[in-house]
């Protein structure tokens, strides 16, 4: 893997990319394809790659390079095309702080603490995983309570198992992962607990990581007590009502040695609050324009810090087009602007960018809040399109061309997605 591609660090850099990760490494080849030239990643881990270093399953790169690749294979070939492109690359050192004029604070271990002038920023910081405290769960403060990432951690990069007998809490894509991953490395899985009526991962993670391998999905079931001393020593997990309030009197004791959480990951967006960026309280990450850019002229930014997705692949399209608008901020000064404000209406939760052009193509991510069968997506009366199902755990996309807006002259356009009777 690749640890870092420069020897001397300069003070002035067209665009400065925060975060290595596939959004980007990603955004630093679309700035470069746009005509930046002296462009700059950092990441604070040992080694660039983001995440992806720690998922050694395969599923990655179907929808960019037409094959099954592990999440180190996708990160490496990124990695290559940014290394053979000239784009300085900076691991083990930290984004302190990004004020107003784009003044990037940088602390590293081997080349100390810099002001780097960028005329450009992407923020590319990617998201941290919700912990016990994010849900309260009663009961003893003992060990063996993680997050399915840092167990993923634990067993894929550093070798060691985090117990004998897990428990999963949430059926998050990373929890449905570590299930298969830790039943392979001969630990016994009793279950995946979730309390919404639905799981929250890919159907196809359902079906290859705990149906394949005859581990329980318990739906509408939650953990409301964790017992143990020094060491947790089983649970008590209970269905909820509809209001997700747990049914105590149909309560069960399931004994384990390790608790994993796979309750959803959080945009890690510090930087974004000191720069005071506009927030969106849905997704919790920056509002964005079609460009990407940020309500911070020449801030941009892409990746799961805008919000989360379920395929890296998304990832590294929404952070190509964050970074060719960097370039072209950097070499023309402004990016193209929108006109026509994006609304999430019935059984839409979010939807980014937020805003769009009547002029250019674009591709809108949005999720669901309850799953349907057949159901239609309707883009205000101007265009409407069937939809098989939708499931809040897998995105839904949807490409506007200028054609579908040619007679639309308002300002915003509502998105809905409704049952079809
Ligand atoms: C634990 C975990 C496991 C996952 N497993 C899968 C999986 O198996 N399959 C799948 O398709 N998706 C998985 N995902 C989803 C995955 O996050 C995305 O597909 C993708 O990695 C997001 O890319 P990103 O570049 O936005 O974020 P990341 O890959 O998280 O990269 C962000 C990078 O920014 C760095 N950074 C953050 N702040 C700073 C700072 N201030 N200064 C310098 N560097 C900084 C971080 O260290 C990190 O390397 C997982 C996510 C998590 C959290």
């Known amino acids: 893997m ?82 053979a492109q000239d784009i300085d690359i900076i691991a083990d050192a930290y984004i302190l702080d990004i004020d107003g004029d784009r003044r990037v604070k940088l602390m590293s271990g081997s080349h100390g603490m810099h002001v780097i002038s960028a005329k450009a920023t992407v923020l590319a910081m990617g998201a941290r995983e919700r912990t016990r405290g994010a849900i309260r769960t009663p009961g003893t403060r003992c060990s063996g309570v993680l997050t399915a990432g840092l167990a993923q951690r634990f067993v894929n990069l550093l070798g060691f198992l985090p117990g004998n007998k897990a428990v999963i809490l949430g059926s998050g894509d990373i929890g449905l992962i570590m299930a298969r991953r830790l039943t392979l490395e001969g630990v016994e899985v009793a279950g995946v607990f979730e309390i919404m009526p639905h799981a929250n991962g890919l159907n196809r993670n359902i079906v290859q990581c705990l149906q394949d391998f005859n581990i329980p999905l318990y739906l509408s079931t939650t953990v409301v007590e964790i017992h143990g001393r020094d060491r947790i020593e089983g649970v008590t997990v209970a269905p909820v009502n509809e209001h997700l309030q747990p049914l105590a009197d149909q309560s069960w004791y399931v004994p384990c040695d390790t608790l994993l959480l796979s309750i959803g990951l959080i945009p890690e967006n510090e930087l974004s609050r000191q720069l005071q960026l506009r927030i969106d309280p849905v997704t919790s990450g920056p509002v964005v324009s079609s460009t990407m850019e940020t309500s911070m002229n020449g801030v941009f930014a892409c990746g799961n810090v805008v919000h989360i997705h379920d395929l ?19 070499t023309k000064n402004r990016p193209p602007t929108d006109n026509i404000r994006l609304i999430p209406g019935e059984n839409v939760a979010y939807c980014v960018p937020q ?6 193509d674009h591709t809108v991510y949005m999720r669901v809040r309850r799953p349907l069968k057949e159901s239609i997506l309707k883009l205000g009366d101007i265009y409407e399109k069937k939809l098989r199902y939708v499931f809040p755990a897998e995105m839904v996309n949807l490409k506007v061309k200028p054609r579908f807006l040619q007679n639309f002259h308002g300002e915003a356009l509502t998105i809905d997605i409704l049952p079809l009777e």
């Open 355 to 360: 805003t769009i052009s009547s002029d250019r």
């Open 2 to 83: 690749i640890t870092e591609s420069i020897k001397h660090l300069n003070s002035n850099y067209d665009v400065v990319v925060v975060g290595g990760g596939p959004a980007g490494i990603a955004a630093a080849l679309g700035a470069k394809e746009s005509g930046a030239e002296r462009i700059l990643i950092v990441d604070r881990e040992k080694e660039a790659g983001g995440i992806l270093l720690q998922c050694i399953h395969p599923g990655f790169g179907l929808q960019h390079f037409k094959e099954e690749l592990t999440g180190p294979e996708y990160a490496q070939r990124f990695l290559e095309q940014a290394i």
């Open 312 to 330: 890296v692949d998304f990832v590294s399209q929404e952070a190509i087009l964050a970074g060719r608008n960097a370039g072209l901020y950097v």
